[in-house]
């Protein structure tokens, strides 16, 4: 794939399906979204309007990015002329499979075919194409618009030239895209998300601290770093000598269960769900988990602002 652009299906018009067709529309692209619910459909264009809008974008150019977006009402009309398919349905197996087998009875044979997904094993999503060669996993952070990060996942069947063409593709598009070269569960980023959060509740739950100190520390501390500063670069920075006296006297104490916290479990079963019940490591009242979801929202629309976009 070259710097030619392209037709970009996506099939979902949720809050991810409009986050990779924004991205792709505003980096030139045509695009074309389907979505089995009538609803997402005709409401699509204006989430994409709004969101774009957010980002700072003028109306001229909003409107210019829209001309760029068609809705299909089938999933073939979609995928008929697309040199690569992005599929952003929900997390469930079976209806990745069966999507994908449409979409490989009416895409073009040289389409990339692409799933996006958290954790779900990309190998298993592809394992009943005809053509496995030419799919593979792009896991795309919520929310895509505003989060720079795609993971690109390969399969042991997914051709290296389909690789380099995804990445050279979110690379022109403004993203920042990382290699993945196993297809494992979590990839990268999940895992090393999840390794932090399993730490977290074992302290709660070891009674060494309470959720709020676990917070204030990551926010107060070292997570004020990590967006210019890497786990390794910060290694190689103090020294890997250090590292290795700190891993010496601290990994045998850290969490190392293969399963989840009987904490998180018992808080589940209990009905203590988070923002979504109410409660959760905190009590939430719908206008605290409002002024949340926003202050995230407006810092991470900022960072796009102030931080130079590719062009």
């Known amino acids: ?27 030139g692209h045509s695009v074309s979204i389907h979505d089995p619910v009538e609803a997402a459909r005709d409401a699509v264009k204006g989430r994409i309007a709004e969101s774009l809008s957010l980002l700072g974008e003028h109306e001229t150019a909003i ?69 496995r060669g030419r799919a593979l996993g792009t896991h795309w952070w919520n929310p895509p618009h505003l989060i720079p990060l795609v993971e690109v996942i390969r399969t042991e069947w997914t051709d290296e030239p389909v690789v380099n063409a995804m990445m050279v593709l979110l690379d022109q598009a403004g993203k920042t895209p990382v290699r993945v070269a196993k297809d494992v569960p979590g990839f990268i980023g999940n895992r090393l998300q999840h390794a932090l959060w399993r730490e977290a509740i074992s302290l709660v739950e070891r009674g060494i601290c309470d959720a709020a100190s676990v917070d204030t520390v990551v926010k107060s501390c070292f997570g004020r770093r990590l967006a210019v500063l890497g786990p390794l670069e910060n290694a190689d920075l103090v020294g ?4 290795l006296d700190i891993h010496s006297q601290v ?61």
Request: aromatic residues 4%; glycine residues 6%.
């Open 1 to 27: 794939m070259d710097t030619r652009k392209h037709h970009i299906a996506v099939i979902g018009a949720g809050l991810m399906g409009h986050g990779i067709a924004l991205t792709m529309a505003r980096a």
């Open 63 to 131: 409107e210019t990015i829209l001309k760029g977006i068609g809705v299909s009402e089938t999933l073939s009309d979609c995928v008929a002329v697309a040199t690569v398919v992005f599929e952003a349905a929900p997390e469930k197996m079976a209806l990745k499979q069966a999507i994908f087998a449409e979409i490989e009875a009416h895409a073009p044979a040289d389409a990339i075919l692409a799933s996006n997904t958290s954790v779900m094993p990309i190998t298993e999503i592809m394992s009943k194409l005809t053509r």
């Open 240 to 243: 890997l000598d250090l590292t």
């Open 251 to 311: 990994l045998a104490d850290l969490e190392s269960r293969p399963g989840p916290s009987p904490l998180l479990e018992e808080m589940v079963a209990s009905g203590r769900l988070g923002m979504k019940s109410g409660e959760g490591f905190y009590d939430w009242t719908p206008e605290e988990a409002s002024i949340v979801k926003a202050r995230v929202s407006s810092h991470l629309q900022r960072l796009e602002r102030i931080l130079p976009r590719k062009d």
